[in-house]
């Protein structure tokens, strides 16, 4: 009985991880479909304007997306054995940044597509609150790179599991500099991100079921 108990709540923490991840990858796709982000400090608010609906969609996902990312990582890989917990435990620690990136990026881009008590911004604060979506995303995804080799290390996925990690990790590093690379690889590291979650859900569930068989 016990036994079924945790692989019940193995699932359930590797379904919110991969709901988790789906929707952050949701979150990254819809701001890479924002139009290029303009040089010139006169041209941001009609930026902000025309990329409002996926702004408000991208906002909207974040912050789903980081309680089921936190619950689920947390329910998978927060109580393991000791000799693996240094390596689990920068993993946590990476993908803690990396949430906590998402919780800057939600209010940011939050305020800049909400008008607060009507309160109108200049473009030069909507200059640096574009800026600042950009460096959460920047961090955000830095963190989730160190999480990939870290997490995706510590599992019985074997070299499968650590090259997934490996790519993934890469491809999260370059795409951390959004305003250097083109909008179809921002859209693939989005894609990445959730399926890395995903992959990252199910062979958490799966460690689980070949511990509790020990």
Same mark, same amino acid.
């Given at each position: 009985?016990?036994?079924? =108990? ?8 590797? #379904?919110?991880? =991969? #709901? ?6 949701g979150a990254l796709l819809f701001l890479s479909l924002v139009p290029d982000v303009p040089s010139e400090v006169s041209e941001i608010t009609a930026w902000v304007d025309s990329g409002k609906s996926l702004l408000s969609l991208s906002d909207e996902l974040l912050f789903f997306a980081i309680v089921c990312w936190g619950a689920g990582a947390r329910g998978l890989f927060g109580a393991q054995k000791v000799e693996r917990?240094?390596?689990?435990? @920068? %993993?946590?620690?990476?993908?803690? +940044?990396? *949430?906590?990136?998402?919780? $800057?990026?939600?209010? !940011?881009?939050?305020? *800049?597509?909400?008008?607060?008590? %009507? ?5 030069? @604060?909507?200059?640096?609150?574009? /800026?600042?979506?950009?460096?959460? @995303?920047?961090?955000?995804? *830095?963190?989730?790179? #160190?999480?990939?080799?870290?997490? /995706?290390? /510590?599992?019985?996925? %074997?070299?499968?599991?650590?090259? &997934?990690?490996? $790519?993934? =990790? !890469? &491809?999260?590093?370059?795409? /951390? ?11 693939? !590291?989005? #894609?990445? *991100?959730?399926?890395?979650? &995903?992959?990252?859900? +199910?062979?958490? +569930? ?9």
């Amino acid at each position: 009985m016990m036994r079924k =108990a945790r692989m019940h709540a193995a699932q359930m923490h590797g #379904v919110l991880t =991969a #709901v988790g991840a789906l929707l952050t990858g949701g979150a990254l796709l819809f701001l890479s479909l924002v139009p290029d982000v303009p040089s010139e400090v006169s041209e941001i608010t009609a930026w902000v304007d025309s990329g409002k609906s996926l702004l408000s969609l991208s906002d909207e996902l974040l912050f789903f997306a980081i309680v089921c990312w936190g619950a689920g990582a947390r329910g998978l890989f927060g109580a393991q054995k000791v000799e693996r917990s240094a390596r689990i435990n @920068v %993993g946590l620690t990476a993908l803690a +940044v990396a *949430l906590v990136a998402l919780v $800057v990026l939600l209010l !940011v881009v939050g305020r *800049l597509v909400y008008p607060v008590f %009507g309160i109108h911004l200049s473009p030069e @604060v909507l200059a640096l609150l574009v /800026s600042s979506t950009f460096g959460a @995303v920047h961090l955000a995804l *830095l963190g989730f790179a #160190v999480a990939a080799v870290a997490l /995706s290390w /510590s599992t019985r996925s %074997g070299l499968l599991g650590r090259i &997934v990690g490996i $790519v993934a =990790a !890469v &491809v999260f590093i370059v795409g /951390s500099f959004p305003w250097l690379i083109p909008s179809w690889w921002n859209a693939l !590291v989005a #894609v990445l *991100l959730a399926a890395w979650g &995903v992959f990252l859900g +199910v062979i958490g +569930v799966a460690q689980h079921g070949n511990e509790g068989g020990v």
